[in-house]
T-cell receptor, first 114, second 111 residues
Framework: DVKVTQSSRYLVKRTGEKVFLECVQD?????MFWYRQDPGLGLRLIYF???????EKGDIPEGYSVSREKKERFSLILESASTNQTSMYLC?????????????FGEGSWLTVV | AQRVTQPEKLLSVFKGAPVELKCNYS??????LFWYVQYSRQRLQLLLR??SRESIKGFTADLNKGETSFHLKKPFAQEEDSAMYYC?????????????FGSGTRLQVQP
């Protein structure tokens, strides 16, 4: 079974803090993604990575950065957290190859910025 | 640009009634379409994809390129079908495996 693990399930941070969200997958997938999930807006892509040290901006990258130093780990960084970044963050992964491959999601990280 | 539209935020039906969750897309090439489902307190998971032409848990979805739609249907809803449903699209850009999601529809099946 593919496993995508987000180490922090619930976080409360203060405005201006630097926040790290970690994601690890155990199936040697090349592609990894960070989405945020908001009611009425669905899932919006923040960043994705198709290889180690490679990254591309998604639809809403402003205020975020990412790091992929190892194949299995993809980190989302909020350099200076703001209240409008309060959301559910979902990490996902999929293997290289056909675009019909299933994307596997983590359980999500609930971030509240106060 | 690719876009997925799910016009209904909430769909409430009674057990045994037919269900249709609407999904329309905008994409200039040949898309791959998916339905993902999120049950309460569970992670988002794939329900079905159009290329497989399969029926999962009684749900089917047909890609209609003329109407640019990929509606999800089930003839008789069950209470365990209550969940959040997302339609998603994958474009032809082979460098980008990310999915574009719709805003989601919450299905409530009442007893």
């Amino acid at each position: 079974d593919v496993k995508v693990t987000q180490s922090s399930r619930y976080l409360v941070k203060r405005t201006g803090e630097k926040v790290f969200l970690e994601c690890v997958q155990d199936m040697d997938h090349e592609n990894m993604f960070w989405y945020r999930q908001d009611p009425g807006l669905g899932l919006r892509l923040i960043y994705f990575s198709y290889d180690v040290k490679m990254k591309e901006k998604g639809d809403i990258p402003e205020g975020y950065s990412v790091s992929r130093e190892k194949k299995e780990r993809f980190s989302l960084i909020l350099e200076s957290a703001s209240t409008n970044q309060t959301s559910m963050y979902l990490c996902a992964s999929t293997p290289q190859g056909a675009r019909g491959n299933t994307i596997y999601f983590g359980e999500g990280s609930w971030l509240t910025v106060v | 640009a690719q876009r997925v539209t799910q016009p209904e935020k909430l769909l409430s039906v009674f057990k045994g009634a037919p269900v249709e969750l609407k999904c329309n897309y905008s994409y200039s090439g040949s898309p791959e379409l998916f339905w993902y489902v999120q049950y309460s307190r569970q992670r988002l998971q794939l329900l079905l994809r159009h290329i497989s032409r399969e029926s999962i848990k009684g749900f089917t979805a047909d890609l209609n390129k003329g109407e640019t739609s990929f509606h999800l249907k089930k003839p008789f809803a069950q209470e365990e079908d209550s969940a959040m449903y997302y339609c998603a699209l994958s474009g032809q850009n082979t460098g980008r495996r990310a999915l574009t999601f719709g805003s989601g529809t919450r299905l409530q099946v009442q007893p």
